[in-house]
C-alpha cells in the first residue's frame, strides 16, 4: 500500500467532523456548547473503538478534553480514536475511500 503526497495532504486538510461521521459508532455535536475562542469550533460526544471521547472540533483540528491530548488531520484522529498506528489508519481511511 503506497500513499502519495497529495492523499496526505488531503487527509491532513479533511474537516474532523466528515472523519468522525465515518469512523466513529456514534456522534453526537452538543448544541450548548459555546467556544470561547474560535467561533467555528465545536464540541461533539463519541463513541469509537469501544470507548467514549469529548472532543472540541476545529476545522481539521481535534481537542480530546478528557485526555487532554489533540492533533490535526484525518490519520491523527483515526490513531486516537481506534488506538491504531499509521499505517493502520492510513488502510481504515483508504478502506473508507475518505
Same mark, same amino acid.
Given at each position: 500500500?503506497?500513499?502519495?503526497?497529495? @492523499?496526505?495532504?488531503?487527509? @491532513?486538510?479533511? $474537516?474532523?467532523?466528515?472523519?468522525?461521521?465515518?469512523?466513529?459508532?456514534?456522534?453526537?455535536?452538543?448544541? =450548548? &456548547?459555546?467556544?470561547?475562542?474560535?467561533?467555528?469550533? =465545536?464540541?461533539?460526544?463519541?463513541?469509537?473503538?469501544?470507548?467514549? &471521547?469529548?472532543?472540541?472540533? #476545529?476545522?481539521?483540528?481535534?481537542?480530546? #478534553?478528557?485526555?487532554?491530548? %489533540? %492533533? %490535526? %488531520?484525518?490519520?491523527?484522529?483515526?490513531?486516537?480514536?481506534?488506538?491504531? $498506528?499509521?499505517?493502520?489508519?492510513?488502510?481504515?481511511? @483508504?478502506?473508507?475511500?475518505?
Amino acid at each position: 500500500m503506497r500513499i502519495n503526497n497529495r @492523499q496526505l495532504a488531503r487527509w @491532513q486538510n479533511l $474537516d474532523a467532523v466528515v472523519v468522525l461521521a465515518a469512523v466513529a459508532d456514534h456522534t453526537k455535536r452538543d448544541d =450548548s &456548547y459555546q467556544p470561547r475562542k474560535d467561533c467555528a469550533s =465545536s464540541r461533539w460526544h463519541v463513541s469509537a473503538g469501544g470507548h467514549d &471521547y469529548e472532543l472540541l472540533i #476545529t476545522g481539521a483540528k481535534f481537542w480530546d #478534553t478528557r485526555a487532554r491530548r %489533540g %492533533g %490535526g %488531520g484525518a490519520l491523527d484522529l483515526v490513531m486516537h480514536l481506534l488506538s491504531v $498506528d499509521f499505517r493502520s489508519a492510513s488502510r481504515h481511511l @483508504q478502506d473508507l475511500r475518505l
